[in-house]
């Protein structure tokens, strides 16, 4: 069964990045076709799309936050991470891993249960 | 705002039968698959249709996919006080992103 789990901080200043990871269990992201992406729920608004990532290294962004993100995918650790810089309160989120099944489709099969994070000094 | 349009809420009754709406635009739903996600409360959300009308194992038949268009539709039979979430459609955009709508609050009265 796979299963993916967030961790990192629950708050982060205004201004500074926020570095997230996901590990992944039960398939090895190496050895997968998929792509691995990250997805966030704001207070009061629906979801939105960050990006996502294959075990290469290739890299798929939300143009709207493009400026500010970045992926990567540590295949020894069978994990990924999403780096995204120059944090206000409107990122203040949930934020969720999963895994993307296919690159032209937004088909998200497996999530992580999500890690809240708050921007605030 | 959205680049995929919801209705904010919809109601119904045990047993009844309800549909939410998704439209989109040629550049998305137009061209692309369109997805169904289930969010209930304080949960992470949970894959319903794939590929337009598909079910993954383990989602019941009262749950159905269809696309018209540049617009899409999940319908819900056999309501059930468990069927109370958000509801989200999803799509690729030919800009090279993701786009989910605003979600739907699905009521059982």
């Known amino acids: 069964q796979l299963r993916l789990q967030e961790s990192g901080p629950g708050m982060v200043k205004p201004s500074e990045t926020l570095s997230l990871t996901c590990n992944v269990s039960g398939d090895s992201i190496s050895g997968s076709s998929s792509l691995w992406g990250w997805v966030r729920k704001s207070p009061g608004k629906g979801l939105e799309w960050i990006g996502s990532v294959y075990s290469s290294g290739v890299v798929y962004y939300n143009p709207s936050l493009n400026s500010r993100v970045s992926m990567s995918v540590d295949t020894s650790k069978n994990q990924f991470s999403l780096n995204l810089q120059s944090m206000t309160a409107a990122d203040t989120a949930i934020y969720y891993c999963?895994?993307?099944?296919?690159?032209?489709?937004?088909?998200?099969?497996?999530w992580g249960q999500g890690t809240l994070v708050t921007a605030s000094s | 705002q959205s680049v995929l349009t919801q209705p904010p809420s919809v109601s119904g009754a045990p047993g009844q039968r309800v549909t939410i709406s998704c439209s989109g635009s040629s550049s998305n739903i137009g061209s692309s698959y369109v997805y169904w996600y289930q969010q209930l409360p304080g949960t992470a959300p949970k894959l319903l249709i794939y590929?337009?009308?598909q079910r993954p194992s383990g989602v019941p038949d009262r749950f159905s996919g269809s696309i018209s268009g540049t617009s899409a539709s999940l319908a819900i039979s056999g309501l059930r006080s468990e069927d109370e979430a958000d509801y989200y459609c999803?799509?690729?955009?030919?800009?090279?992103?993701?786009?989910f709508g605003g979600g739907t609050r699905l009521s059982v009265l």
């Open positions: 590929r337009n009308r």
């Open positions: 999963a895994r993307h099944r296919e690159y032209g489709g937004l088909f998200l099969d497996y």
């Open positions: 999803a799509a690729w955009d030919d800009r090279l992103t993701g786009v």
